[in-house]
């Protein structure tokens, strides 16, 4: 068997395996996730407030940005926030769909007697063409819910008590983007802001965009920051502490398998580097 073909073994193996039997290991520390656990704990909503987030990813960085999308939308359905959701991006249509509607049922298999409906818990603004032009109106607008009118499914927002009246954007309390695209976020930063208010901002990322996204948080334009899928396991455990019966298990493999298909490439590395050094020393070339 070619060494190419060992390794793809042994990588299949590496990210498999955990899934099989079902095992997982506790993630590590992060505490950029913990302080957007903390931001979002901390976020007090009156009657016509709410949060908004951007799910702006498709199925190409669904393994990371999925995860982040719910732990971020669990702990505002926990804590009773509405939230609307949009996107820039239209191959995240069905993500705005399936995702909370995901969130609620498992918090109502949870907590029997407890229901987070479709508009009461969240509405789907979709997909919104015109990316930071689109954010500049609705920033500008008088009044959200006459400038976003209606939900995916057709149905005026004034349909919907927690967003009938909502006013302008200074109602939005909290702003949460999770993408994996370039330039994505850079729209909610540059133009989700306007004289007299500037949003509080949680982001989640791929792993390759951690270094631009660190950039945001030391400034203080970014409160808070899920990295990877590494980012949203720990924000999971975090919220477990608070919550114990959340059942986090399936994300917590997931990072695991990913941790160790990590180590045997780095173990590879390490392996294709010694490997001839001790070739040439055994023939007495070094």
């Given at each position: 068997?070619?060494?190419?073909?060992?390794?793809?073994?042994?990588?299949?193996?590496?990210?498999?395996?955990?899934?099989?039997?079902?095992?997982?290991?506790?993630?590590?520390?992060?505490?950029?996730?913990?302080r957007?656990?903390?931001?979002?704990?901390?976020?007090?909503?009156?009657?016509?407030?709410?949060?908004?987030?951007?799910l702006?990813?498709?199925?190409?960085?669904?393994?990371?940005?999925?995860?982040?999308?719910?732990?971020?939308?669990?702990?505002?359905?926990?804590?009773?926030i509405?939230?609307?959701?949009?996107?820039?991006?239209?191959?995240?249509?069905?993500?705005?769909?399936?995702i909370?509607?995901?969130?609620?049922?498992?918090?109502?298999?949870?907590?029997?007697?407890?229901?987070?409906?479709?508009g009461?818990?969240?509405?789907?603004?979709?997909?919104?063409?015109?990316?930071?032009?689109?954010?500049?109106?609705?920033?500008?607008?008088?009044?959200?819910?006459?400038?976003?009118?209606?939900?995916?499914?057709?149905?005026?927002?004034?349909?919907?008590?927690?967003?009938?009246?909502?006013?302008?954007?200074?109602?939005?309390?909290?702003?949460?983007?999770?993408?994996?695209?370039?330039?994505?976020?850079?729209?909610?930063?540059?133009?989700?802001?306007?004289?007299?208010?500037?949003?509080?901002?949680?982001?989640?990322c791929?792993?390759?965009?951690?270094?631009?996204?660190?950039?945001?948080?030391?400034?203080?334009q970014l409160?808070?920051?899920?990295?990877?899928?590494?980012?949203?396991?720990?924000?999971?455990?975090?919220?477990?502490?608070?919550?114990?019966?959340?059942?986090n298990?399936?994300?917590?493999?997931?990072?695991?398998?990913?941790?160790?298909?990590?180590?045997?490439?780095?173990?590879?590395?390490?392996?294709?580097?010694?490997?001839?050094?001790?070739?040439?020393?055994?023939?007495?070339?070094?």
């Amino acid at each position: 068997m070619g060494g190419r073909r060992i390794i793809y073994l042994l990588m299949i193996f590496a990210v498999a395996a955990p899934i099989i039997v079902g095992f997982s290991q506790r993630p590590s520390r992060l505490q950029s996730a913990e302080r957007m656990y903390e931001v979002v704990e901390s976020v007090r909503i009156e009657p016509g407030e709410v949060a908004l987030v951007w799910l702006d990813f498709g199925p190409n960085t669904t393994a990371e940005n999925e995860p982040q999308a719910t732990v971020l939308l669990e702990h505002l359905f926990r804590r009773r926030i509405p939230v609307i959701l949009l996107s820039q991006y239209q191959q995240s249509e069905r993500f705005l769909e399936s995702i909370p509607r995901k969130v609620a049922k498992r918090l109502e298999r949870e907590m029997p007697g407890q229901h987070w409906r479709y508009g009461e818990a969240w509405i789907n603004g979709g997909f919104r063409p015109g990316s930071g032009i689109f954010i500049q109106s609705m920033v500008s607008a008088p009044d959200l819910t006459k400038f976003l009118g209606r939900d995916v499914q057709g149905m005026p927002l004034t349909h919907y008590p927690n967003f009938a009246s909502l006013g302008g954007v200074e109602r939005v309390k909290l702003v949460g983007e999770i993408t994996g695209l370039v330039g994505v976020f850079d729209n909610i930063i540059q133009f989700l802001q306007k004289d007299g208010y500037r949003p509080t901002i949680v982001h989640g990322c791929t792993s390759i965009t951690i270094p631009e996204a660190y950039i945001f948080l030391d400034s203080g334009q970014l409160k808070g920051l899920l990295e990877g899928i590494a980012g949203a396991a720990w924000y999971s455990e975090v919220i477990k502490r608070a919550y114990p019966e959340s059942d986090n298990k399936k994300l917590l493999v997931t990072n695991t398998s990913l941790g160790l298909a990590h180590l045997v490439l780095i173990l590879l590395i390490v392996f294709g580097n010694v490997a001839p050094l001790m070739k040439k020393f055994r023939r007495g070339d070094g």
